[in-house]
């Protein structure tokens, strides 16, 4: 267990006290700043970034939200650790990093990124991404189960017909009273595009629904193929 005594937590001095450590130095190292406001749910995509090869990565909170930064000019020392991935050789080369550090001052042939902490994705956006998933899983449904013609092609072709129908009856009123129902006339309009749009869905997703199959058959194919021999 790390004993950090020092007032300031900073990324070189962390570095510092965990190479002089009795920590096996074989592996890399993941440091996150739990903070009241840290969620569990954010756990995954900081292990993912730790697995994007870099030396040295480190997120940062601006403590001064309305103020542009320029990272490569900002001093390692002075940020404020959100999250920090380092590698064996990072962490050597910034537990030897000074206090006028800067990601300009590691080596070449380090993969060095230092990043601001952006805010979380925000809980109507994730309800607006869950929506988006099930929208697509349902047209996935829709081009594996073969059923685009029975789901909008029968509705389609049953609205546009009574749309249509209905535009004749409004026609008809039209010329005999010089009058015609608004509301009557916003409906046909609306059954007759939603039929007309429901039937081209379903002839394209039937089409998709082929080109899907016949993929899906030439891959089967070139398998076996690849088994026989």
Do not use: C
């Not at 480190?58 to 999250?83: C, G, K, P, R, Y």
């Not at 509301?183 to 998709?208: D, K, R």
Request: a negative charge.
């Amino acid at each position: 267990m790390l004993q950090y005594t020092d007032d300031e937590l900073t990324a070189p001095k962390l570095a510092k006290l965990i190479s002089s450590s009795s920590i096996k130095q074989d592996y890399a190292n993941l440091i996150i700043s739990i903070t009241d406001d840290w969620k569990l749910r954010e756990l995954p995509v900081v292990i993912n970034r730790s697995r994007e090869g870099w030396d040295v990565y480190l997120a940062f909170n601006n403590t001064v939200s309305n103020q542009e930064l320029i990272v490569e000019e900002l001093v390692i020392e002075s940020l404020e650790i959100d999250h920090l991935f380092l590698s064996k050789t990072g962490l050597d080369e910034l537990s030897r990093a000074n206090s006028m550090t800067s990601t300009h001052n590691f080596p070449k042939h380090l993969r060095v990124r230092v990043i601001e902490s952006v805010d979380k994705i925000s809980l109507p956006q994730r309800e607006s991404l869950a929506t988006a998933s099930r929208f697509a899983q349902m047209f996935y449904w829709m081009l594996e189960t073969k059923h685009p013609l029975f789901l909008f092609g029968i509705p389609g072709i049953v609205l546009f017909i009574l749309g249509f129908r209905l535009s004749g009856n409004v026609v008809d009123t039209f010329n005999e009273l010089n009058s015609v129902s608004i509301g009557v006339t916003l409906t046909t309009i609306a059954m007759t595009l939603i039929g007309l749009f429901a039937m081209m869905v379903a002839l394209i997703l039937y089409i998709m629904g082929k080109q899907v199959e016949q993929i899906q058959s030439q891959y089967d194919l070139a398998g076996y193929d690849d088994k026989s021999i």
